[in-house]
């Protein structure tokens, strides 16, 4: 079955301090990935996809298709990254993007 | 920058009434789709819609919800008759990219739905 894990619903650092959050996903086939960011009082947006392979705002994501796992990185996290953040692989071509649940992340002063 | 508008931003209903959600997907794009995240869970796919027809659709998306795109501009999620388990934020989407790959999705505000 098609499913995404994000392991943490909440991810608390300190600024400054490295921070990775976790993506582990079972699909078969090549899949597109996707992390979303909600900040606070702010819609869904995009923050990076693996096709691309960007970084951005600092972070980045590495597509490890023997582990299946598409972690988001950023080795000094900032206030400003407080957000909540999921990981989306595309499901194919229908464009049903199946998402995790989530992980919130806190960067404290 | 074109942004992707949502109304109502929260709508208090009673169970079994019609409710319609309203969104104004970006000028250009092509896919428009509605996804849905009960409070404290997941977002949700809930429905697909292209070229005037629906093109995916989830399990949740049974005949009590319908899609329209009325007059090339608005897009439309309707629930015939509410339940207390329609309560969410209901997100619309739209993208611009055709393809076997999906681009990048463009989101509203949401809209809450409260079902009392």
């Known amino acids: 079955a098609q499913r995404v894990t994000q392991p943490e619903k909440l991810l608390s650092v300190f600024k400054g301090a490295p921070v990775e959050l976790k993506c582990n996903y079972s699909?078969?086939?090549?899949?597109?990935l996707f992390w979303y960011v909600q900040y606070s009082r702010q819609r869904l947006q995009l923050l990076l996809r693996?096709?691309?392979?960007?970084s951005i705002k600092g972070f980045t994501a590495d597509l490890n298709k023997g582990e299946t796992s598409f972690h988001l990185k950023k080795p000094f996290a900032q206030e400003e990254d407080s957000a909540m953040y999921y990981c989306?692989?595309?499901?194919?071509?229908?464009?049903?993007?199946?998402w995790g649940l989530g992980t919130s992340l806190a960067v404290n002063p | 920058e074109p942004e992707v508008t949502q109304t109502p931003s929260h709508q208090v209903t009673q169970m079994g009434q019609e409710v319609i959600l309203r969104c104004v997907p970006i000028?250009?794009?092509?896919?428009f789709y509605w996804y849905r995240q009960i409070l404290g869970q997941k977002v949700e796919f809930l429905v697909s819609?292209?070229?005037?027809?629906?093109?995916?659709k989830s399990e949740i998306f049974d005949d009590q919800f319908s899609v329209e795109r009325p007059d090339g501009s608005n897009f439309t999620l309707k629930i015939r008759s509410t339940k207390l388990e329609d309560s969410a934020m209901y997100f619309c989407?739209?993208?611009?990219?055709?393809?076997?790959?999906?681009?990048?999705?463009?989101f509203g505000e949401g809209s809450r739905l409260t079902v009392l």
């Open positions: 819609f292209y070229n005037n027809e629906i093109s995916e």
């Open positions: 693996h096709i691309s392979r960007e």
């Open positions: 000028s250009n794009h092509l896919y």
């Open positions: 699909y078969s086939g090549s899949p597109e």
């Open positions: 989306a692989p595309n499901a194919g071509n229908n464009r049903k993007l199946i």
């Open positions: 989407a739209s993208t611009e990219r055709q393809g076997g790959l999906a681009g990048e999705l463009f």
